[in-house]
């Protein structure tokens, strides 16, 4: 199998350029031949289903949910990148390029970013073309914030749904293909298994969630856009049905698995209430351009908040430590979300976290609402307001900028946070490895594709506010259209597959035999549990900070688990029904041997850098130490057995246009 | 100090064909919980005793995907305003409080099992016409088309919409009139939409009548229902478009 | 189908009709009660009569009421079938009944079924008793000034000093009350004329109405129950 990034010859600004003009094309009669599998509905599978219809290939698209319109992209809240530089404040394809090479900790493909921050601009225009409704400023053109610790202004967005509102585009635009005929959409039926024939991705084995029925569906390659695999932590704010089923059945097949150990950490979630939690909710990055972070500076008090004695108002100013400004001095609160995830968790592991679990730090308006208050008087013309008028007015304020997310904080927590501080800490949010992809977006199985948060490519080691909708939308709309023709020209004479052949019968089969197994275990322990104890040995030793043992043990851990999962999980019902709990349990059984994986990575690589801070590798002001000359490379994880270790493949990474720097926010 | 016992009252039924009815279960939950956390326990404790836990819908739990479709206490998502069954908690319920919790009611939206219900007329009311007809790649500047704050905002407001049909659920008559509207009036009312305005109301409209939802009496129990607060000013504005359409319209189908 | 009937036939063009028909009656009720309301004045029923009178035999009129006739018909046929068919697309409610709403009684709303038969039985009745007594019963004549005009006012008469009858009529009018509370600001939404700065006006005025309206139909049987006994 092929281990290349066929990054294309020439100046990193014209790869893109010249690829584009120089690929092969197929013919319109000739795409009518061709089938297409997507699998998927999110940014990424939505985006190229639609567009692929456009074209006019045969496209088939699988989703689980029940709409296409359900896939997670649509919780994403702050924005989307775009170097279009309307702002006028210097923004420019290379700073995109550059801020995410740097922001990813040189950990990345070049090129691949580069063609990245090139369509950026595109997918506004496609997007506002589509009817999103992006913030506006009173002259009607588009509004831009500054997101994500950089220095322009060049993220757009849609409130704090903007997510939701990009995806609804993608959505509508497959609707109408759908409508049309070229796309036949597959709600309900979730990917259980790869098919190929000669080597090549043919197809894949869907199971109708519905009836549990499983079907054979042939095509001349296949798309996966399946999201990240941060539920393997159980605890994140991924949806509850997230998972890595699609990219681990290929790895299964031959796919290589890259970087699984790169994992985001968002600073700003809602921390855990209890043993019953299924999810832990992302409040918004925005929040920290006027929150302050602080926990107490004694013991004492943090022990007296966490029974209940004191509460958060109870501590005077100098009793309290704002850590990433002290720690920090230049950035702040602002610091990316790596580095403030971290410094949390140290706050906690001192012992001076807030909530009964001890992992809590809070987040305080006070200050802001005290800095817009007076602002507001002032501008008002109040002379000598008091206190109350202040605190009025700078409330307003907070209100009118972050309100929907404050009314969610009370909602989920029962406390208002306009008066008390609020109580974060940070959470799995976004998983940066996936399934190993060239410049292609083509994974080492010929004619199967990789998009979006599936597909490893894009953000290295950690990826920047904003730009994973940056990123699943580029893959869909812009990249696979074209990169995908570069294999399908050469299948024109290829005939239709026959979803009745051998490799089909053979693989639906498997597929049959591994949810029979599972069903047949009849043991004592939930689905739910083992997922569960799962998350919190990653959580433990995979977490915001890994070192050698403790991933040793976690492998052990982990191993074991899937061994008792296998002698006693207890599925109720049959294959042929709709059946939750069978869904979940071949789910779950993928996590396990993914977290291995991650464990395996995560041992690999011996440095720190974004999302993967290992302790021995750090500083000796406990900021993370990259090993550039060593480790400036791509891990691709070839799964061989599940007893045996796992083979890694390096895929060097070349920076020509960039000069490797230790990110500093000090 | 948090823990609540409650008696739940939660409508079983095996699948589409057969018929069911509502099983009495006693839970101890706490008020931290949400309400689908709530249900979690509940299956946790029907797979200890080995009984088929229950067929809930959820997915993001974060107040936007549109997937729980359960009615409590006889209103959907529960008796919180502009809230999702995610996003409910159970301190919004007293100890010793009884639940009744029931699917989504439509013929439009058949039960699937449990509390799940087929809501795919939603998908295809947006195929019928619910999109800008734009090819990727063939768009304008983005700045080439200024729109005024306040149409996109109104626009956005109607594109809150999460799909989850909480308005048909709430609606005696299971009209889906707000969600049609929500969709004719986030597109219509700007420029990029205005090309396709009439034939996209007809065709919305006509393909809403096909799917069996019933007439809109203006009860504005959607809107007090929906967990985005979308406006029935929108059902107004679509009246008023399809009337407009259908006696302008060149067009005589 | 021609475009016309597909229009009309589809869910918003059935509400329109019952929106325009409803409409049509909301104004008539207007017309109504300025005539029963010459029943107050003590002139032994002349000004009542000859009104009445000049509602029968004016040729616009007339033409007029065959209109009526016919919204009368239509918004109740139609209603009522809207009101199956609505029916059917729910398919059974829930165990639990809490219909919220936000801008009209939820049990008016929902209930417009029930509140119209219930007007339409007291119509057929009221109809019956004074419209077929007017157009074929046999009701004794007055003449006033050489014109022999039928003497409406016997009957009304007799009927109000019916104390079971003056509570029928009375209760009636609360049911077209309720009905009207929801029809009145529904009707305007329906044909889309919604508008921040209006509709708070339409929905004071439909509320108005339906308490002035009714109010005023009902007052006169009570003052005459009153007068005469």
Redesign the interface.
Known sequence: MGFEGKVPQGDLATKWVNYRGSMPLVAPNNKRRLDVIVVGTGLAGAAAAATLGELGYNVKCFTFHDSPRRAHSIAAQGGINAAKNYQNDGDSVYRLFYDTVKGGDYRSREANVHRLAEVSVEIIDQAVAQGVPFAREYGGLLANRSFGGVQVSRTFYARGQTGQQLLIGAYQALSRQISRGSVKMYNRHEMLDLVKIDGKARGIIARNLLTGELERHAAHCVILATGGYGNVFYLSTNAMGSNVSAGWRVVKRGAYFANPCYTQIHPTCIPQSGEYQSKLTLMSESLRNDGRVWVPKTKEDAIAIREGKKTGLDIPEEARDYYLERRYPAFGNLVPRDVASRAAKIACDEGNGIVPTGKGVFLDFSSAVQRYGKSQAFSKGLKNPDAKTITELGTKVVEEKYGNLFEMYEKITGENPYVMPMKIYPAVHYTMGGLWVDYHLETNIPGLFCLGEANFSDHGANRLGASALMQGLADGYFVIPYTVGTFLSKEIRTPKFDPDGPEFMQAEADVSNRLQNLLDIQGNQSVESFHRRLGKIMWEYCGMARNEEGLIKARKMIRELREEFYKDVFIPGTQEEFNSELEKAARVADFLELGELFAVDALDRKESCGGHFREEYQTEEGEARRRDDEYAYVAAWEWTDTDQDPTLHKEELEFKDIELKTRSYK | MSDMNLTLKVWRQKNNQSKGSLETYKILASEHMSFLEMLDVLNEQLIQEKKEPLAFEHDCREWICGACSMVINGQPHGPQRGTTTCQLHMRQFKDGDTIVVEPFRAKAFPVIKDLVVDRSAFDRIIQSGGFISVNTGQAVDGNSIPIDKDTASAAFDAATCIGCGACVAACPNASAMLFTSAKVSHLNQLPQGKLEAKQRVLNMVSQMDEEGFGLCSNVTACEAECPKEISVENIARMNREYIGASLTSDKFV | M??FS??LT???????VMSLTGLFLIVFLLVHLTGNLQLLIDDGGRQFNLYAKFMTSNPFIKITSYGLYAFILLHAVQGIL?WL????????????????????V?GF??N?GWLGIIILVFLLIHLYQFWLQMKLGTLPMVNYDGVEVKNLYVPVMDAFSNIGFVIFYVLSMVVIAFHLW?GF??SF??????H?KYTPFIQFLGKAYSILIPLGFALIPILFFLRNS
Not at chain 3, 10 to 16: A, D, F, N
Not at chain 3, 85 to 104: I, L, S
């Open positions: 021609s475009w597909t229009f589809s869910s918003i063009g059935k509400k329109l809207l068919k609505n029916r059917a697309a729910k398919g059974g409610g829930y165990a639990v009944n809490n219909t919220k709403a936000t801008n009209t939820a709303a929902k417009m929801h600001q529904s939404q329906t044909l889309g004329l919604n921040k």
